[in-house]
T-cell receptor, first 114, second 112 residues
Framework: DSGVTQTPKHLITATGQRVTLRCSPR?????VYWYQQSLDQGLQFLIQ???????AKGNILERFSAQQFPDLHSELNLSSLELGDSALYFC?????????????FGAGTRLSVL | DAKTTQPNSMESNEEEPVHLPCNHS???????IHWYRQLPSQGPEYVIH???SNVNNRMASLAIAEDRKSSTLILHRATLRDAAVYYC?????????????FGTGTKLQVIP
């Protein structure tokens, strides 16, 4: 158990809809990262938050947004969903924001857009 | 930006050592080299990381070439549980996490 909790585990929705994925980081971790992994593909970095503020932005679509709350949990909002958004979405957390920091990953949320 | 190259797949016999290579010929002097692995149906997990010197931990060893243009993750005795996709990742000191470089991963198959 990594200590990172993601909910829900599975999500099935229709095109055009909006969903929210939730991530609770390990206790004491200030950084949260979101990743997308399409079928049999590698990890695609989406966005990072550190202590409530956006710290780095990767290949995140404009239809997607995220935030980190004062209790450090984070949410990833996906709107106007398309078939191609079907993927595994992982959240990871780390203590800080240095290149030495180890990331701990959650089990992921599997999103299916029908 | 730096790039990493990994073989798509490798095979190993159980209880034998495994050497997983990563080529990063455009690495900058301040990029950290991280390795993560992803077991089937799980989130990635940390394996090891280093900057210039070779590193050992309970899971594996990381051998970094003197010129840092390549590195090798060494599993000393492969077990069936080591069957996973192994990712080589470069994390720069400056420029923010958006400068991170992910390898495409090597799928390791362990043969009993």
């Amino acid at each position: 158990d990594s200590g990172v909790t993601q909910t829900p585990k599975h999500l099935i929705t229709a095109t055009g809809q909006r969903v929210t994925l939730r991530c609770s980081p390990r206790s004491g971790d200030l950084s949260v990262y979101w990743y997308q992994q399409s079928l049999d593909q590698g990890l695609q970095f989406l966005i990072q938050y550190y202590n409530g503020e956006e710290r780095a932005k990767g290949n995140i679509l404009e239809r997607f947004s995220a935030q980190q709350f004062p209790d450090l949990h984070s949410e990833l909002n996906l709107s106007s969903l398309e078939l191609g958004d079907s993927a595994l979405y992982f959240c990871a957390s780390s203590v800080g924001d240095t290149p030495r920091d180890i990331q701990y990953f959650g089990a992921g949320t599997r999103l299916s857009v029908l | 930006d730096a790039k990493t190259t990994q073989p798509n797949s490798m095979e190993s016999n159980e209880e034998e050592p495994v050497h997983l290579p990563c080529n990063h010929s455009t690495i900058s002097g301040t990029d950290y080299i991280h390795w993560y692995r992803q077991l089937p149906s799980q989130g990635p997990e940390y394996v090891i990381h280093g900057l210039t010197s070779n590193v050992n931990n309970r899971m594996a060893s990381l051998a970094i070439a003197e010129d840092r243009k390549s590195s090798t993750l060494i599993l000393h005795r492969a077990t069936l549980r080591d069957a996973a996709v192994y990712y080589c990742i470069l994390r720069p000191i400056s420029g923010g996490y958006q400068k991170v470089t992910f390898g495409t991963g090597t799928k390791l198959q362990v043969i009993p």
